[in-house]
């Protein structure tokens, strides 16, 4: 618990918005395992729309590391565009990733 107390400092939060064909082809599945492995909080939930909205929580590292994969890491997926809001604190903390339910 205190690791992740030192860590607090360097907590960034990002909505992600990705728009293209990213629905019905497992990119929600793919994209909590991939949050799993680079250990970040948060969560993945497809919306109405057809994008994919994800809520990111690490370190500016781990962030990058999980847009850079959001944008192409995923071959089924045709990523038009990927809309990056970072939210400033106070936000609530995340304990794990997760996939919600449609938007």
Excluded: K
């Excluded at 395992?33 to 909205?53: I, K, P, Y």
């Excluded at 890491?73 to 304990?95: H, I, K, N, W, Y």
């Amino acid at each position: 618990m205190a690791a992740a107390d030192n860590d607090d400092g360097m907590l960034e939060t990002r909505l992600v918005q990705v728009r293209g064909q990213v629905q019905g082809i497992g990119y929600r599945e793919a994209c909590v395992r991939r949050a799993w492995a680079v250990g970040v909080t948060g969560w993945v939930r497809n919306r109405m729309d057809g994008s994919v909205e994800v809520m990111l929580q690490g370190s500016p590292e781990q962030l990058a590391s999980m847009c850079a994969w959001l944008s192409e890491g995923m071959s089924a997926a045709l990523v038009d565009e990927l809309a990056v809001t970072e939210l400033q604190p106070p936000f609530a903390r995340f304990d794990r990733f997760e996939r919600l339910p449609t938007l």
